[in-house]
């Protein structure tokens, strides 16, 4: 019987990514760093900088004199540091010339990871044997428990980067809950010092905003000043005390420089808000945007200014009133195919 | 060079290895207790004594014998410089094995074994791997009481296994196996402390002759 074969007329397509991202021989890289130093020389000579002491920085200086680009995304644009930066670390070849790897684990695919456990977990019967040992001995000393307020665990991404293999959210959650749990035991010195590796510092949050103190002038007068934007108007106000409630835009007075009654009224309304109407004299400046946007900025620079006048309590009343907020809108920007930014363009049926 | 790979294959006990163990020794530390009659394997009633208040009962000599071989095998393959990898699942004894993979030099697998490791070892590590000569079973289960697959993977690349078989496990595929417990403490201490030993010996050996070698 005839057996029909298959065959293709082109050839077997080459599968490009199945050997993974390329790797780099040392030898490779070795060659990139001699030539990086060469080149680091040869541009200081163009610069007409020392050689010797010829900085990073002054690298970056010379590459954006010399290939000036326009693009947008600084990532895109020419650069010239040292290979380590570039070429990500890779794991060199892991077993030696007659073939026997290097590391005990080897032929568990993830040695630095299970040998990270390892460790640990050495680290962790270390720990019970001397707990042990003190019970055998009657004494239990309440150690100090470490103070984990201002820390926090590695991330997996660091832990990959710390141990230059890939993890999996198992294996990361597995690692963790076996550091909670050395913790919570009474530890030694030792595994404080091997645990503090893990552990990040985590920058305080709260930022309560500092009200600033009331400064004095050549009268003896306090004030203070306040800054505030809107669209794209920018205002700074001076608020006076001991004054009648003059107000003062661009040496102006507000009269005849907001001739609309709506402007004056969001102007005084942080005034008449703490019931300090005629108390305070305001000299304000303010350039760009328009009427409104000029008005909302004034106001808002002067609600600034009044928050050293007034207690706490006030303050956070009028963060609730909203006269502390910066009005984030702005103009919308007009979209192709659209008569603006929402009006489309009319519809016809036919 | 020849002389020095071929003279130990001339003696039947070149290391010595028997004087490392006593049956005393095997009892003391529990060897001869298997698991409950219910969990009893076939192919497993040849190396069982008995069985009393339904535990069933190894038998020692037989383990004495089974557990010389292994150990005179393992020290050949020590003494030509292969590489000798401990596999065991139990979580136990995860970190003992390790540390004793470790301190006699050689490599252990005591986590969870990806899929092709052996059959598919160029894509897991690289090209120029080379494969374990000896796969040595401290337990030859893994967690779901089922034969480890890393024995029916080194049958497949010829690779010799040496075994620790317990009364529920499957003697089957491994070349030496070693009728004996491996749930208690005690006794994988034992084990552990006899491999080290013959690997550690037989490495001492081979060092010995080269030096003897070269001076000649």
Same mark, same amino acid.
């Given at each position: 019987?005839?057996?029909?074969?298959?065959?293709?007329?082109?050839?077997?397509?080459?599968?490009?990514?199945?050997?993974?991202?390329?790797?780099?021989?040392?030898?490779?890289?070795?060659?990139?760093?001699?030539?990086?130093?060469?080149?680091?020389?040869?541009?200081?000579?163009?610069?007409?900088?020392?050689?010797?002491?010829?900085?990073?920085?002054?690298?970056?200086?010379?590459?954006?004199?010399?290939?000036?680009?326009?693009?947008?995304?600084?990532?895109?644009?020419?650069?010239?540091?040292?290979?380590?930066?570039?070429?990500?670390?890779?794991?060199?070849?892991?077993?030696?010339?007659?073939?026997?790897?290097?590391?005990?684990?080897?032929?568990?695919?993830?040695?630095?990871?299970?040998?990270?456990?390892?460790?640990?977990?050495?680290?962790?019967?270390?720990?019970?044997?001397?707990?042990?040992?003190?019970?055998?001995?009657?004494?239990?000393?309440?150690?100090?428990?470490?103070?984990?307020?201002?820390?926090?665990?590695?991330?997996?991404?660091?832990?990959?980067?710390?141990?230059?293999?890939?993890?999996?959210?198992?294996?990361?959650?597995?690692?963790?809950?076996?550091?909670?749990?050395?913790?919570?035991?009474?530890?030694?010195?030792?595994?404080?010092?091997?645990?503090?590796?893990?552990?990040?510092?985590?920058?305080?949050?709260?930022?309560?905003?500092?009200?600033?103190?009331?400064?004095?002038?050549?009268?003896?007068?306090?004030?203070?000043? +306040?800054?505030?934007?809107?669209?794209?108007?920018?205002?700074?106000?001076?608020?006076?005390?001991?004054?009648? +409630?003059?107000?003062?835009?661009?040496?102006?007075?507000?009269?005849?420089?907001?001739?609309?009654?709506?402007?004056?009224?969001?102007?005084?309304?942080?005034?008449?808000?703490?019931?300090?109407?005629?108390?305070?004299?305001?000299?304000?400046?303010?350039? +760009?945007?328009?009427?409104?946007?000029?008005?909302?900025?004034?106001?808002?620079?002067?609600?600034?200014?009044?928050?050293?006048?007034?207690?706490?309590?006030?303050?956070?009343?009028?963060?609730?009133? +909203?006269?502390?907020?910066?009005?984030?809108?702005?103009?919308?920007?007009?979209?192709?195919?659209?008569?603006?930014?929402?009006?489309?363009?009319?519809?016809?049926?036919? | 060079?020849?002389?020095?790979?071929?003279?130990?294959?001339?003696?039947?006990?070149?290391?010595?290895?028997?004087?490392?163990?006593?049956?005393?020794?095997?009892?003391?530390?529990?060897?001869?207790?298997?698991?409950?009659?219910?969990?009893?394997?076939?192919?497993?009633?040849?190396?069982?004594?008995?069985?009393?208040?339904?535990?069933?009962?190894?038998?020692?000599?037989?383990?004495?014998?089974?557990?010389?071989?292994?150990?005179?095998?393992?020290?050949?393959?020590?003494?030509?410089?292969?590489?000798?990898?401990?596999?065991?699942?139990?979580?136990?004894?995860?970190?003992?094995?390790?540390?004793?993979?470790?301190?006699?030099?050689?490599?252990?697998?005591?986590?969870?074994?990806?899929?092709?490791?052996?059959?598919?070892?160029?894509?897991?590590?690289?090209?120029?791997?080379?494969?374990?000569?000896?796969?040595?079973?401290?337990?030859?289960?893994?967690?779901?009481?089922?034969?480890?697959?890393?024995?029916?993977?080194?049958?497949?690349?010829?690779?010799?296994?040496?075994?620790?078989?317990?009364?529920?496990?499957?003697?089957?595929?491994?070349?030496?196996?070693?009728?004996?417990?491996?749930?208690?403490?005690?006794?994988?201490?034992?084990?552990?402390?006899?491999?080290?030993?013959?690997?550690?010996?037989?490495?001492?050996?081979?060092?010995?002759?080269?030096?003897?070698?070269?001076?000649?």
């Amino acid at each position: 019987t005839l057996r029909l074969i298959y065959t293709t007329t082109a050839v077997q397509r080459k599968n490009v990514g199945a050997s993974g991202p390329e790797k780099y021989t040392e030898e490779f890289i070795k060659k990139q760093i001699e030539e990086f130093n060469l080149g680091k020389r040869h541009l200081a000579n163009m610069m007409g900088e020392d050689p010797e002491t010829f900085t990073q920085e002054g690298i970056d200086r010379a590459i954006a004199y010399l290939f000036p680009s326009g693009l947008f995304d600084k990532r895109a644009r020419p650069i010239m540091k040292h290979p380590s930066e570039i070429f990500p670390e890779q794991r060199k070849i892991q077993w030696g010339e007659d073939g026997r790897p290097f590391h005990f684990l080897f032929y568990t695919g993830k040695q630095s990871y299970y040998s990270l456990m390892h460790e640990t977990y050495e680290k962790f019967l270390n720990v019970q044997r001397y707990q042990d040992q003190l019970a055998a001995q009657d004494l239990p000393p309440q150690k100090e428990k470490k103070n984990l307020a201002g820390s926090r665990w590695l991330t997996k991404i660091e832990l990959e980067e710390m141990l230059l293999e890939k993890l999996s959210d198992d294996d990361y959650s597995r690692f963790i809950q076996l550091l909670q749990k050395l913790m919570t035991l009474p530890c030694g010195d030792t595994e404080e010092k091997y645990i503090e590796k893990f552990l990040r510092e985590v920058p305080a949050q709260l930022k309560k905003v500092a009200i600033e103190p009331l400064k004095y002038d050549e009268r003896g007068v306090a004030f203070s000043t +306040g800054e505030g934007a809107r669209k794209t108007a920018r205002a700074t106000a001076v608020v006076y005390d001991n004054g009648s +409630g003059k107000m003062t835009v661009n040496g102006i007075d507000i009269l005849h420089y907001f001739p609309v009654l709506q402007d004056r009224e969001q102007l005084l309304f942080p005034f008449q808000f703490l019931g300090r109407v005629g108390k305070h004299d305001t000299v304000c400046t303010v350039s +760009g945007g328009g009427r409104s946007s000029q008005a909302g900025a004034i106001r808002l620079a002067s609600a600034k200014a009044l928050r050293s006048f007034v207690t706490e309590k006030e303050v956070e009343f009028m963060r609730q009133a +909203g006269l502390l907020t910066y009005d984030p809108r702005v103009k919308e920007r007009k979209k192709p195919g659209q008569e603006g930014a929402r009006r489309k363009f009319t519809w016809k049926k036919r | 060079d020849d002389k020095l790979l071929s003279e130990p294959l001339n003696h039947p006990d070149f290391f010595n290895v028997k004087e490392l163990f006593s049956l005393k020794d095997l009892f003391d530390a529990r060897v001869h207790l298997g698991h409950k009659k219910g969990c009893r394997h076939r192919f497993m009633e040849p190396y069982i004594f008995g069985c009393r208040l339904d535990q069933d009962i190894i038998d020692l000599d037989q383990t004495m014998q089974h557990l010389q071989l292994a150990l005179n095998f393992t020290a050949h393959v020590a003494y030509r410089k292969g590489i000798i990898l401990f596999v065991s699942r139990k979580r136990q004894f995860c970190h003992l094995v390790e540390s004793t993979a470790r301190e006699c030099g050689e490599y252990a697998h005591t986590r969870y074994w990806q899929g092709g490791l052996l059959t598919n070892a160029r894509v897991h590590f690289g090209s120029g791997v080379r494969l374990p000569d000896l796969l040595v079973f401290l337990s030859s289960l893994n967690n779901i009481f089922e034969p480890h697959v890393a024995i029916r993977d080194a049958a497949k690349m010829n690779i010799p296994t040496v075994g620790v078989v317990d009364t529920n496990c499957n003697p089957c595929l491994i070349t030496y196996p070693i009728p004996g417990n491996d749930d208690s403490p005690t006794a994988m201490e034992l084990y552990c402390k006899l491999f080290k030993m013959t690997v550690i010996r037989a490495k001492d050996k081979r060092r010995q002759n080269e030096v003897v070698a070269e001076l000649r």
